[in-house]
Each structure stands twice: as structure tokens, then as C-alpha cells.
């Protein structure tokens, strides 16, 4: 049992004494601070305290202390446990105060995307109570249905932020409700009467192989900028494409240490800290793509991969300015604003083509895309292949880029081709190559004599029509067939032919 002690510690220079209620349990000490201070006229000159109004008080507290403890089994706890109950037990915390340190933790442990919706989601219901510092006791279940119902004019955020919300308060009780030793410090749970509802169904946002091929060959907007954003979003939507729906985040933080041989490799951030794979996958960089990588590739000394992270504070900035990039072509393209696409649409794309179109089952596009489709455990403990991935991926872009209609002009790249082989004509060698627009081969040419890839597109652009207007992007696709290694260059009319 714990006993308790009105004494006095430390005195001030102004000759003053605080008083403290002395609590002993299993022969150890604490100490609870009063607002109570006494000189040494009110002790005994064996330091008792004998001022009878704070004696009077110290009574009092120490008589309420009693009554609370007789209720609880304190028998293995420590004497901090009994202070901190006893200081605690009957005031309400602040749930404001632990979501923000619960935030913070997720950030410490590298959940920096996920934080900002919990973030986002405490400052709704912030903003809904008419207070910063919302208390436990302010959660009820009336409270809680009231919040939701004012979120349900959201397409997403009516599920995901209450529970969000819901995960810090079973948080909260996990760490400081303490049911073996009876310190209950949230007394109340309004979850149990609580219906989240869900969130509405995401809307496909794939568009077809001829919108693809439409939007990648029409002429970029007029602008004064020196990187104009309209060509920054449809290169990064052609990258997202190419890479089998790869995220903006993920091409944001790409480090120079993930791309080597031909092949970036990454952790997946939206999903890399749930599964147990850390949601890896590999995929190789195709030759249509080539030129985009090369165009943004950071220096040397630069740990990132590209040089996106130098005009963009961070990913969502980046992700921001892409989509609008992408906004203004569709918007030159006169598409009605509400069909306008995004860098979404592109991973939607790629997972709809390769299975409308390609033959690819649900679990090869899951493969491609990273999804984990049900096998994450497996995952997590076997070295696996990704060239299965990486051929869907070049089927994928040879449907888009390299036909016309539903016909397929074959794989833009062997598997096993060496990746660090360079290109290399002479005279000597036999190259066949062909320009497209849109998909259709508009020029192509068989032969010998060429010293160079400049000298083929030279030849292949002057059988080009006059028709494709300025500022439009061509393909080049060029083989040695000597070497039997193949490369394809995008020229923009105007700029590069």
C-alpha cells in the first residue's frame, strides 16, 4: 500500500520552503508538488510542517488520494505509476496534442506520405470542432458521426480520414491505458458506434493506344518559358508510360544507385513500408525513352538519378506541375476540361492496354505495375525475375507507339541484349529504319552507307509529309541489322528535323 507525508524540500533564497505531498510505495519515494509554501517559522525543528491551514490542505489531498488508490490494486506497481495516476488519472488529455506526436512519429519512421493524410485529416476535424486542442472527452459518438457526415461530399477523404483518425485513438489507448494495472487514463471509446463510410470508386482513368498516340504527337502550347511546363509533363507522362505506370514520387526520389545496365530499380513509396518485399520491382528502360532519361539525368556529383528535385521542392510540387504540364497540351488539343488527363492516367493506361490489348492476365499487369496481388509473403523471400514485367512493357509500348490500329510491329528489345553494348553504324552495315507518326509508318528506308544515326533520320525525314504541323514529335526507329540491335529517337519537327 502507498502512504503519504505533507514535508517540505529545497529552500529559496527568499527563505521560502515548497511543500510536497511525500508518496512511499515498495520502500520507494515520490513526490507530489503543491502550490504551498511556508518559511521556517511554520516547522518544527524537526522539519514537520505545523502552519495548520496548509496542513489542513495536505489533509485533504492526501485523504482524496486514499480514496482513489483503495480503489485500484496497486500492489505491483512502481511509486511512479502511483504519482503519475494519482497527478493523471482523472484529467482529460489532449487528443490533438497526441495525433501531433503520433505524425511525428510516422515521419520519424519514414511514413512522410502517409503522415500528411493523417495530417490532413487532424486539421479537418480541427477545423470541425472550432479548436486546436480537442480532448478525448470531446470524442463521442455523436461528435465523431457528425464529423463524418459533414465530410460526406468528398469523393476519398469521407474513409480515409476517420481512419485515420481512428488508428491514433487505438493508438493512444494501446499506450496509455495500462488494463493489467487498472490505470484506465481514456475512458471511453465512440469508434463502436461509429460507421465510416467508403470511399467512392475510383474512376478509370485510362484513355485508348489512338488518344495516347494523339497527345504525344500534337504540338506542344506556345510559351515564354525557358522549361516550359507543358513539355516537362508530357515527357514525364511518357516516362510513366514507358516504365510500366511508374508513380511521380517514385521517378522524383530515383537515385543514381537505382539505374544501372539499362534497368532502374526501386522500393515503391506508397506501398514500400507495407509490404514485406518493400514493394521492389525492376524494369528496363526501352529505347523510346532513352533520349527523355538522357535529357534529364542529373551531374555526376548529383546522388538523384534526374534533376527534377532542383525546380521542385518536393514530389507533390513535382507531381503538381507535371499534371498541369500535362493540363495545357490537352487543353492546346482543345479536350474539354473535364476529360483532361493526368500523370495518373498514364499508369491506368499501361495496366488497360497490356490487358485489353496485349493478352496480359490480371496477375502479369499486377506484375508489371507492383501491386502485390496477394502473393506479398512469397515475395518477401524469393529473388525474382522481371523480365516478364519488362517484355509486357515493351508489347505495351510497341501496341502505342509502333502500330497503327490493332496490328504489332514486334519488341522493341531483345531480353538478353547486352545493355551496355552502344549503338555503332559504318558504311558497311545494313540498317533498316522507319519513321512514325502517330503510330503509322510514314517514311522507312532499307540500306547501306549510313555513318551515322543523324545521316538515317536525314534520310527518313525528307520522306516525311509536309502535313505533320511544326512542333510535332516524331519516332525514329532504327535497326543495324548487321548487329541486330535496335534504338529509336524522337525528333520534334521544326526543333530536331
Known amino acids: 500500500?502507498?502512504?503519504?507525508?505533507?514535508?517540505?524540500?529545497?529552500?529559496?533564497?527568499?527563505?521560502?520552503?515548497?511543500?510536497?505531498?511525500?508518496?512511499?510505495?515498495?520502500?520507494?519515494?515520490?513526490?507530489?508538488?503543491?502550490?504551498?509554501?511556508?518559511?521556517?517559522?511554520?516547522?518544527?525543528?524537526?522539519?514537520?510542517?505545523?502552519?495548520?491551514?496548509?496542513?489542513?490542505?495536505?489533509?485533504?489531498?492526501?485523504?482524496?488520494?486514499?480514496?482513489?488508490?483503495?480503489?485500484?490494486?496497486?500492489?505491483?506497481?512502481?511509486?511512479?505509476?502511483?504519482?503519475?495516476?494519482?497527478?493523471?488519472?482523472?484529467?482529460?488529455?489532449?487528443?490533438?496534442?497526441?495525433?501531433?506526436?503520433?505524425?511525428?512519429?510516422?515521419i520519424d519512421n519514414g511514413q512522410l506520405r502517409n503522415s500528411k493524410n493523417y495530417k490532413l485529416a487532424l486539421q479537418h476535424m480541427e477545423r470541425f470542432f472550432g479548436t486546436t486542442q480537442i480532448m478525448f472527452g470531446h470524442l463521442t459518438s455523436m461528435q465523431m458521426n457528425r464529423w463524418i457526415k459533414?465530410?460526406?461530399?468528398?469523393?476519398?477523404?469521407?474513409?480515409?480520414?476517420?481512419?485515420?483518425?481512428?488508428?491514433?485513438?487505438?493508438?493512444?489507448?494501446?499506450?496509455?491505458?495500462?488494463?493489467d494495472n487498472g490505470i484506465i487514463r481514456i475512458k471511453t471509446n465512440p469508434w463502436g458506434k461509429v460507421k465510416i463510410p467508403q470511399a467512392d470508386r475510383?474512376?478509370?482513368?485510362?484513355?485508348?493506344?489512338?488518344?495516347?498516340?494523339?497527345?504525344?504527337?500534337?504540338?506542344?502550347?506556345?510559351?515564354?518559358?525557358?522549361?516550359?511546363?507543358?513539355?516537362?509533363?508530357?515527357?514525364?507522362?511518357?516516362?510513366?508510360?514507358?516504365l510500366a505506370?511508374?508513380?511521380?514520387?517514385?521517378?522524383?526520389?530515383?537515385?543514381?544507385?537505382?539505374?544501372?545496365?539499362?534497368?532502374?530499380?526501386?522500393?515503391?513509396?506508397?506501398?514500400?513500408?507495407?509490404r514485406t518485399d518493400d514493394a521492389y520491382i525492376e524494369m528496363r528502360v526501352e529505347p523510346i525513352i532513352q533520349p527523355i532519361v538522357d535529357k534529364y539525368l542529373a551531374d555526376e556529383a548529383d546522388p538523384y538519378l534526374f534533376t527534377f528535385h532542383k525546380r521542385f521542392c518536393d514530389s507533390d510540387s513535382f507531381n503538381a506541375n507535371v499534371n498541369t504540364g500535362i493540363k495545357q497540351v490537352c487543353k492546346a488539343m482543345e479536350i474539354p476540361k473535364h476529360e483532361r488527363y493526368c500523370a495518373y492516367t498514364f499508369r491506368h493506361t499501361w495496366g488497360t492496354i497490356a490487358q485489353n490489348d496485349c493478352a496480359a492476365t490480371i496477375a502479369e499487369v499486377a506484375f508489371g505495375m507492383n501491386h502485390s496481388h496477394g502473393h506479398t509473403v512469397t515475395r518477401g523471400y524469393i529473388k525474382i525475375d522481371f523480365t516478364p514485367a519488362w517484355e509486357l512493357n515493351a508489347k505495351v509500348i510497341d501496341f502505342i507507339f509502333f502500330s497503327n490500329a490493332k496490328s504489332k510491329q514486334g519488341g522493341a528489345r531483345d531480353v538478353d541484349e547486352p545493355k551496355d553494348k552502344l549503338f555503332r553504324l559504318s558504311p558497311k552495315m545494313m540498317v533498316y529504319a522507319r519513321a512514325y507518326f502517330r503510330g503509322e509508318v510514314l517514311a522507312e528506308v532499307s540500306d547501306i552507307g549510313f555513318s551515322n544515326v543523324d545521316e538515317v533520320i536525314d534520310r527518313l525525314a525528307r520522306q516525311l509529309p509536309d502535313t505533320i504541323p511544326d512542333k510535332c514529335a516524331v519516332q525514329f526507329r532504327i535497326k543495324n541489322l548487321d548487329t541486330d540491335r535496335e534504338v529509336v529517337y524522337e525528333r520534334t519537327k521544326g526543333k530536331g528535323f
Open 150 to 179: 459533414s465530410l460526406e461530399g468528398t469523393h476519398r477523404a469521407k474513409e480515409m480520414y476517420p481512419v485515420c483518425m481512428r488508428q491514433v485513438f487505438r493508438a493512444a489507448v494501446d499506450e496509455m491505458n495500462d488494463y
Open 202 to 242: 475510383a474512376e478509370k482513368k485510362a484513355i485508348s493506344a489512338e488518344d495516347c498516340r494523339a497527345f504525344f504527337s500534337a504540338p506542344l502550347p506556345q510559351t515564354r518559358m525557358i522549361d516550359p511546363l507543358p513539355e516537362l509533363g508530357r515527357d514525364v507522362a511518357k516516362l510513366i508510360l514507358c
Open 245 to 274: 505506370g511508374i508513380n511521380t514520387v517514385d521517378l522524383y526520389e530515383l537515385k543514381k544507385k537505382d539505374y544501372h545496365d539499362g534497368v532502374i530499380g526501386y522500393r515503391r513509396a506508397k506501398t514500400r513500408k507495407a
Open 1 to 106: 500500500m502507498a502512504t503519504f507525508k505533507a514535508t517540505v524540500r529545497g529552500e529559496r533564497k527568499d527563505g521560502f520552503l515548497q511543500v510536497y505531498i511525500r508518496v512511499t510505495h515498495s520502500k520507494r519515494h515520490g513526490y507530489i508538488k503543491t502550490d504551498k509554501m511556508v518559511t521556517r517559522k511554520e516547522l518544527t525543528k524537526t522539519n514537520e510542517i505545523k502552519d495548520p491551514f496548509v496542513m489542513n490542505y495536505c489533509t485533504e489531498r492526501i485523504m482524496q488520494y486514499n480514496e482513489r488508490l483503495n480503489r485500484k490494486d496497486i500492489s505491483k506497481w512502481t511509486v511512479a505509476e502511483v504519482v503519475d495516476y494519482l497527478l493523471k488519472g482523472n484529467e482529460d488529455i489532449s487528443f490533438s496534442d497526441y495525433a501531433r506526436k503520433h505524425i511525428d512519429r510516422m
